[in-house]
């Protein structure tokens, strides 16, 4: 079982910030992918951001620019700063992490429980 608990998300006016944080915790041999994804009401969920284990990192083009994934191996947590925020950047943010068990071998892929990002004046 790998545990995702997500912090950071609320309310901010167009034009601020926000950072997102999301914290792996469980029986984790390694892990191959982490990043951020959203969901606005009534719209699929969206790739935000996400990054291989080797440090290669993938962009939303409608973020692209405006924010910044970056990692701590260590804490195994994955970070979103998120910049210039709009309207439209309003979604309930979920972080993914894809990994290995140590126990089994086994794979996972597993999601945070999801973090409101409200972009409004």
């Known amino acids: 079982q790998v545990q995702l608990v997500e912090s950071g998300g609320g309310l901010v006016q167009p034009g601020g910030s926000l950072r997102l944080s999301c914290a792996a915790s469980g029986s984790i041999f390694s892990i191959n992918g982490m990043g951020w994804y959203r969901q606005a009401p009534g719209k699929q969920r969206e790739l935000v951001a996400r990054?291989?284990?080797?440090?290669?990192?993938n962009y939303g083009d409608s973020v692209k620019g405006r924010f910044t994934l970056s990692r701590d191996n260590a804490k195994k947590t994955v970070y979103l700063q998120m910049n210039s925020l709009k309207p439209e950047d309003t979604a309930v943010y979920y972080c993914?992490?894809?990994?290995?068990?140590?126990?089994?071998?086994?794979?996972?892929?597993?999601w945070g429980q999801g973090t409101q990002v409200t972009v409004s004046s």
């Open positions: 993914n992490f894809i990994g290995y068990f140590s126990s089994t071998g086994r794979s996972f892929n597993s």
């Open positions: 990054m291989s284990s080797g440090g290669s990192t």
